[in-house]
């Protein structure tokens, strides 16, 4: 996320109390709206204003209508809201995670492009396959903005996004430097978990397979992709 030089801060506010928008701020001091929806938010702590139509989601500027839908049908067809959790030596870490898989690289880096997010990887399959591109999200502030964007657009995903996007908002709530998890963060953890399990089980339904538990699809994952490689793309 890119920071703004002092003078460029001050006009922002300066703007911001006229009553600007978050895109005609950006285009009034030369930064792209994104950058200036971030500084607003995480550095000034200012709110929208009332007609911005925009404030809901500082990425919704950047993409037209069909191009959003496209980006939410990846989501809920091949894409995957996660919470983690991993235990270490100083108890239980709960973290989220989201990932947007294609086999077109040129799709892969126009998302992550537009939206200054996230970290591309490169998963090399069997030589009569394709490599697949995968954008992982992982940065909390990131999964809150992507899932604010586009949560209206779900529709297979979207309780499990408002469950992750609580949790996000729960942790960002929090001093930096908290690694303790209230009961609300370790009860939102094990619905998201159940609605995995849902899911995993309509999909099956619908390809008229067996059901497996979210552990018993990642095994056969790997069993299926063996011989694969991953690397990271610059």
Same mark, same amino acid.
Request: charged fraction near 35%; proline fraction near 3%; glycine fraction near 8%.
């Given at each position: 996320?890119?920071g703004? @030089?002092? *003078?460029?801060?001050?006009?922002?506010?300066?703007l911001h109390?006229? &009553?600007?928008?978050?895109?005609?701020? /950006?285009?009034k001091?030369?930064?792209? /709206?994104?950058?200036?929806?971030?500084?607003r938010?995480?550095?000034?702590?200012?709110g929208?204003n009332?007609?911005?139509?925009y404030?809901?989601s500082?990425? @919704? #500027?950047?993409?037209s209508?069909?191009?959003?839908?496209?980006?939410s049908g990846?989501?809920?067809g091949?894409? /995957?809201?996660?919470?983690h959790?991993y235990k270490?030596?100083?108890?239980?870490?709960?973290? #989220?995670?989201?990932?947007?898989a294609n086999?077109? !690289?040129?799709l892969?880096?126009?998302?992550?492009?537009?939206?200054?997010?996230?970290?591309?990887?490169?998963?090399?399959?069997?030589?009569?396959?394709k490599?697949?591109?995968?954008?992982?999200?992982f940065? !909390?502030?990131?999964?809150e !903005?992507?899932?604010?964007?586009?949560l209206p657009?779900?529709?297979?995903?979207?309780?499990?996004?408002?469950k992750?996007?609580?949790?996000?908002k729960? @942790?960002?709530?929090?001093?930096?430097g908290?690694?303790?998890?209230?009961?609300k963060? +370790?009860k939102?953890y *094990?619905?998201?978990?159940?609605?995995?399990?849902?899911?995993?089980e309509? !999909?099956? /339904?619908?390809?008229?397979?067996?059901?497996?538990? #979210?552990? +018993?699809? *990642?095994e056969?994952g790997? *069993? &299926?992709?063996?011989?694969?490689?991953?690397?990271?793309e610059?």
């Amino acid at each position: 996320m890119h920071g703004l @030089r002092k *003078e460029k801060v001050e006009k922002l506010k300066e703007l911001h109390s006229k &009553g600007l928008n978050d895109r005609q701020i /950006a285009e009034k001091i030369g930064c792209s /709206a994104v950058t200036v929806s971030i500084q607003r938010r995480y550095k000034l702590h200012l709110g929208a204003n009332p007609h911005d139509k925009y404030a809901v989601s500082s990425f @919704r #500027p950047f993409f037209s209508d069909v191009e959003v839908g496209y980006i939410s049908g990846i989501l809920d067809g091949e894409g /995957a809201i996660m919470l983690h959790k991993y235990k270490w030596k100083g108890g239980v870490n709960i973290y #989220p995670q989201i990932q947007i898989a294609n086999t077109s !690289q040129e799709l892969i880096k126009w998302l992550r492009g537009s939206m200054n997010i996230g970290k591309i990887k490169v998963k090399r399959q069997r030589s009569h396959y394709k490599p697949l591109y995968i954008l992982y999200i992982f940065k !909390q502030k990131d999964i809150e !903005q992507f899932l604010e964007f586009i949560l209206p657009f779900l529709r297979v995903k979207r309780d499990l996004a408002k469950k992750v996007l609580e949790f996000c908002k729960l @942790r960002l709530s929090k001093p930096r430097g908290v690694k303790t998890h209230s009961p609300k963060e +370790e009860k939102l953890y *094990e619905e998201v978990k159940r609605l995995q399990c849902r899911n995993l089980e309509n !999909q099956r /339904a619908k390809e008229g397979g067996e059901n497996l538990t #979210p552990e +018993e699809e *990642e095994e056969e994952g790997t *069993e &299926g992709e063996e011989g694969g490689e991953e690397g990271e793309e610059e």
